[in-house]
């Protein structure tokens, strides 16, 4: 089955440095959607990414979707303690419309001052 | 523009129980799916429901069954409860299940003693 592979599991940094997670999935997405997910909260979308090659940038934070669409990434720039949290990335298979996500197991971020 | 709402917010079954728990959808969301998330891990599809009917299913035994009302809103029913079906239940709600962004609930925090 789908399998969706987020690197690292765990990263803690202190306020100011950089950090990225890694998402990859076995088989080629339709579009990928990045969760951000609070201790003891709900999965909070993000953005979502269609296009190959795509790179879409919130503030300190930059999405960039593979070219294959198998792969994406997440980069936070100069880290606030706000940032705590677990992000997830997700996606549909390519060619399915229903919207079922395969969520990556997330990389669960710590921030400390 | 009420979101997502969920409830109960926390449940405690011992094992062989039964269990319903209940979804309304955002509003103008027509499409309800149910994840179940253990402790540590991303959310893992268990259906999905369009125009009241199972659209789509994820790996989840049939003990798992839902439904969902003319007025959009769900129920995930779960029998023969499980020590391992203690987990987080998240409903999430879109358009026509179409490839958008999912709205969560804050969740179900099921414990099965």
């Known amino acids: 089955g789908q399998q969706v592979m987020q690197i690292p599991q765990y990263q803690h940094v202190q306020e100011g440095e950089d950090f990225t997670t890694y998402c990859n999935s076995s088989t080629t997405l339709s579009n990928i959607q990045w969760y951000k997910q609070r201790p003891g909260g709900h999965p909070v979308f993000l953005i979502q990414?269609?296009?190959?090659?795509e790179v879409k940038k919130q503030k300190r934070l930059t999405f960039q979707f593979g070219e294959a669409k198998k792969n994406s990434s997440l980069h936070i720039t100069a880290t606030q303690t706000t940032d705590v949290g677990t992000y997830f990335c997700a996606g549909p298979n390519r060619g399915s419309t229903l919207g079922r996500l395969y969520f990556g197991r997330g990389t669960q971020l710590t921030v400390w001052p | 523009d009420a979101g997502v709402t969920q409830s109960p917010t926390h449940l405690i079954k011992t094992r062989g129980q039964q269990v319903t728990l209940r979804c309304s959808p955002k509003s103008g969301h027509d499409t309800v799916s149910w994840y179940q998330q253990a402790l540590g891990q991303g959310p893992q599809f268990i259906f999905q429901y369009y125009e009241e009917e199972e659209r789509q299913r994820g790996n989840f035994p049939d003990r798992f069954s839902g439904h969902q009302f003319p007025n959009y809103s769900s129920e995930l029913n779960v029998n023969a409860l499980l020590l391992g079906d203690s987990a987080l239940y998240l409903c999430a709600s879109s358009f026509r299940g179409q490839n958008q962004p999912q709205h969560f609930g804050d969740g179900t925090r099921l414990s099965i003693l």
């Open positions: 990414l269609v296009k190959s090659g």
